[in-house]
């Protein structure tokens, strides 16, 4: 196995640092427009199954091209989602397996965007997916944390847990702190902004996809292992659309624990017209206020040493047990930051995206998953990814709660 | 008396329409770094009295040229607080009489700024008011809506209506909404960031001036003529440091209804660092972030059409009646944002500042006010300037509240 991983940021670097303590892959190609970038996430590592290389992202003629060069069979795409379609279509162009942590991109619905969805997340993806089925070549879509682990939980919970699940909800939340800073996001605020302000998409049975206003269904869940209730809210994201093609949850939405200040930070940056990615004349200078904004605060990958706290990804699946009784159990994944920048040196938000994909790839070169088409986590067996994880050191939980509540 | 506007903004252009109408002035020169604006705001008026003409009122010798140039008697600054000092220096040289509606810039305490006060709103004024006494000449200072008429209502209050001040607190609130936008202030957000983020200032007898963190003191204040109750909360304003100059005003504070929305929106924008004029750097250009807030929302002077609602601006003053019973008097001035577009195609904001400084040049003009050195409103008697406010057709009101509340 030769992996190509496209993007040398946080995610793409710790991607590097996970793998190379694994020996199932000979060879692994770490690419970025920045090539210092790439050739600094390699000289960490001081093995030589590594190396670095340019590409632009944005080309699926450049990444066709390096993807020869290389001889790579496996790319992992670990740049931000407007690249999406070029680097799945280079890999199809290319035949070799694509994995990617975020999918295609979605427009909202012209004239009803908070009650229809328009283009949904991956449809570009899904709409050749019979192209790839045909050509026996897999792409493994959505495989990091959320979307990825979350759906390997759906996969757990309809195979071993549940005979009837009438809601998978995904989770998210966590108590970071970042010392010095008013405010300080852990991950990009330009994605940020991008999946916090799109109308979320919920799916219920009968019903299929719909949308809903942005911070709809606030909710506090109590999350474990000490980080405490923090209000939730409804988001655009991937799992929405994955789970219900593989498992017959009956309704499944995301929720996002975002938290009361930062729901305020977004809803302001909306009103403000900030968000935009469309650019304004400032004493004649063209910037995109989004641009500005990120420029405003500091990078959040540079934050691990200031930060402090868990984040913790999982999924609420309500329903019948196995026995036929009611059940609300909750699975998930926490990672500290202190034990992730000791042990790795990565923030724990980046490290817990990235140890999902690093999984995946051991479970194909081992053949213990093997497929061929558009494929989510969840059309492929739980078990093995759920205890490999555990056998990277990095263990997942289950936390039962009461049904009737 | 040959009166010359500095600035043909919003309120410079509303001032030249309401003079339009008096008969007390011989000749009005209006000024503007864009003689293009000036030249429009004189070209509605129909009256040769009026004349435009360029000036970069940065400049202390530029704004001197101009006012020797004109012969002008009488300088009105209704630019931003920028160009107080420029425009006042320029004054002093010419040996004429200066009028402004906002003072020179404060300063923060650098090491105590939420407690202390440094450099204070007017201080560069007020250091050489003895120079401007010794040469006969007079600066009224803070003589637009508020400060200016709220200062007018403090000595009325004073005079005619209290034997004891225990707290005279300015209270300033509106109902405006804008069709069509998310979010669109009424008045330059550049300034409204300055004064709202700045630290407030209050009096005390005995204690002197003293500061608090921004927002401070929250309490909604009724308003009188349909507008209702709004959030106001402490704001840092010249009025506060005018009263207790002139007056026994035991206690003097300035609140603002700026409302949740707009104190979050605020709140919000410091938290990010987008309230700082500081450049940042996006993709090579170099642009401060409080000028991209401001290019992304709408210039208020256009919004007149688009606005609905009443703007107030007055004096709530607690204490002792004349007859030594408790007493609590809120003196009040709206505009009709309706009436005043119909009656001068200016928003109720802009016109209701501009209103003040043209009576207060007719009392100059007839002599009925007089003076010499850097004075407030609250040196001159108030009975003339509220009856003159009545015949200009734009009457101020007085609510009795209940002292015991």
């Known amino acids: 196995m030769h992996i190509l991983v496209v993007g040398a940021g946080g995610v793409g670097s710790a991607v590097a640092a996970i793998a190379a303590r694994r020996p199932f892959f000979d060879r692994l190609t770490i690419a970025d427009h920045e090539v210092a970038r790439a050739e600094r996430a390699v000289a960490t590592l001081d093995d030589d199954r590594f190396q670095a290389a340019q590409v632009d992202a944005s080309s699926a003629d450049d990444v066709a091209a390096l993807i020869a ?11 931000d989602p407007r690249f999406v379609m070029p680097i799945f279509t280079a890999c199809a162009r290319a035949d070799v397996t694509y994995l990617d942590m975020a999918m295609s991109l979605s427009r909202p619905h012209p004239e009803r965007p908070h009650e229809l969805t328009g283009v949904k997340l991956g449809d570009e993806q899904f709409a050749v997916a019979d192209e790839w089925e045909a050509a026996g070549r897999l792409a493994l879509v959505g495989m990091g944390i959320e979307p990825g682990l979350a759906d390997v939980f759906a996969r757990h919970a309809e195979d071993d847990l549940f005979s009837e699940i009438s ?8 108590n970071l702190t970042v010392a010095g800073y008013d405010f300080a996001p852990s991950f990009s605020i330009w994605t940020t902004i991008e999946e916090c302000l799109n109308p979320p998409v919920i799916y219920e049975e009968g019903r299929g996809w719909f949308t809903t206003p942005p911070f709809s269904e606030p909710e506090v869940f109590d999350f474990p292992e000490g980080i405490g209730p923090v209000e939730c809210v409804n988001v655009e994201h991937e799992e929405v659309l994955l789970i219900p093609r593989w498992t017959g949850a ?51 990958a540079t934050l691990g040493d200031r930060m402090t706290g868990k984040t913790c990804a999982g999924l609420w699946v309500r329903g019948l047990g196995k026995d036929g009784r009611p059940r609300s159990t909750y699975l998930y994944h926490v990672v500290d930051n202190a034990w992730s920048m000791a042990e790795y040196g990565h923030q724990a938000v980046v490290w817990q995206t990235a140890i999902n994909p690093v999984v995946a790839l051991e479970l194909l070169a081992t053949r213990v998953w ?23 050191g990095s263990p997942w939980g289950v936390k039962e709660l009461d049904p009737s509540a």
Chains 1, 2 share one sequence.
Do not use: M, Q, W
């Open 69 to 79: 060069r290389t001889g790579a069979t496996h790319v992992l795409n670990a740049v």
């Open 370 to 392: 093997s497929g061929a088409g558009v494929l989510g986590p969840e059309a492929f067996p739980a078990t093995p990814f759920l205890d490999l994880l555990t056998a990277y």
């Open 167 to 174: 809601e998978a909800g995904v989770r998210d939340g966590a």
């Open 250 to 300: 009956r309704r499944v939405t995301f929720k996002y624990g975002l938290g009361k200040e930062f729901i305020e930070v977004l809803t302001v940056l909306h009103k403000l017209g900030l968000d935009s990615t469309e650019p304004v004349t400032v004493k004649g200078a063209s910037v995109s206020p989004r641009d500005v904004v990120a420029a405003c605060l500091p990078d959040p």
